[in-house]
Structures are given as C-alpha cells and as structure tokens.
C-alpha cells in the first residue's frame, strides 16, 4: 500500500471516527424505551471505536497540522456527519437557522487555516 499524504490520513480518521462517535452520543435517541444503563453500556462500547482512529488521526496529524488546526478540522467534520446523521438517521430536518450557525462555524474555519502574513 503507498503512503498517503497526512492530510488524506488524518481526515480520513476523523471522519470514520466521528461516524461513531455521532452514532455514540445520538444513536441512542431511537431507542428512549431502553434502560439508560444498557444504552450507556451499548454506546460506550460504540465511542471505544471512535477513539481507536480519533487518537491516531491526531497522533498523525499533530506535526503537519497545529492543536487548533486539528480541532477545527475535528468540528467541521462534526458537524457534517451530524447534519448527514440527522436528517437520514433521526428524520429530523435541518432548518435554515441551522445552516447559517453550520456556515458561520465553517467561516470561523477559514479564519483558523489561513496564513496571515
């Protein structure tokens, strides 16, 4: 197998790791008539494997990307799964309200990454 860029890597691991941890924190809202203990038992097994590619995606990544590049990167592919995982997964629409709070977020991104001389 070639070596990826790092870049390819590290977003590549987080985006797999949040899929699981989206599944972990609210997954578990379809089922409101399960015990809380099983639903914590279930889910916490489910966020073990978000951290099994969320610390390596970090480990890669820290070095080619800053702390402060890595969590925004971390919350902008958050937030994308999140707005997948909501509509298709819990039918819940996203409002224009959403959008806007989702684009001023990914503006805040853009503030982060560029190299201001």
């Known amino acids: 197998m070639p070596n990826l ?3 390819v890597v590290t977003i590549g691991l987080l985006l ?3 899929v699981f941890m989206t599944f972990a924190w609210y997954g578990h809202l379809k089922f409101k008539a399960a015990p809380l203990v099983t639903v914590i ?3 916490w097994g ?3 494997f978000e951290y099994l590619l969320q610390v390596p995606a970090n480990r ?3 070095g080619y990307f800053s702390a402060a590049e890595l969590k925004t990167i971390q919350e902008v592919i958050t937030l994308s799964v999140f707005a997948v995982f909501s509509v298709l ?3 819940e629409p996203l409002m224009w309200n959403h959008l806007v ?3 001023l977020i990914a503006a805040g991104a853009f503030f982060v990454f560029h190299r201001w001389s």
Do not use: E, K
Request: aromatic share 20%; no cysteine; net charge positive.
């Open 5 to 7: 860029p790092v870049p």
């Open 16 to 18: 797999l790791s949040n």
């Open 41 to 43: 038992l279930i889910y």
């Open 46 to 48: 489910i966020a073990f």
């Open 60 to 62: 890669i990544g820290h």
């Open 89 to 91: 997964y819990l039918r």
């Open 101 to 103: 709070g989702f684009a």
